[in-house]
Nanobody
């Protein structure tokens, strides 16, 4: 199993960029698909992006497609979320999650979750 730990959150202005990191301690990180989810105040947690264990497979929500990029470095057991052209509606707590092998876009598909990192975007 793996234990994700997120970092890199903070406060920015609309239009700025930010990069989140998630280091997943444990064995066999490279065999896990990794996903990013977010939960805005008063809303349900939602899918943001995912990347497969083989790096080639990626998926994005329509809200972030073209602005966010997910990547991973299996030598560092780390997955990243590069967020560009941030908008106030991107304000949320961002969670990193892991599941074996293939990517998914549903919360219940992920077995291991981090504690989250907060991102605030001001207009």
């Amino acid at each position: 199993q793996v234990q994700p730990v997120e970092s890199g959150g903070g406060s920015v202005q609309a239009g700025d960029s930010m990069k989140l990191s998630c280091k997943a301690s444990g064995r066999l990180f490279s065999t896990y698909a990794m996903g990013w989810f977010r939960q805005a105040p008063g809303k349900d947690r939602e899918f943001v992006a995912a990347i497969g264990w083989n790096v080639r497979d990626t998926d994005y929500s329509d809200d972030v497609k073209g602005r966010f990029t997910i990547s991973r470095d299996n030598t560092k057991d780390t997955v990243y979320l590069q967020m560009n052209n941030l908008k106030p509606e991107d304000t949320a707590v961002y969670y990193c999650a892991a599941r074996p092998r293939s990517i998914g876009d549903r919360e219940y598909e992920y077995n291991y979750w981090g504690q989250g990192t907060e991102v605030t975007v001001s207009s």
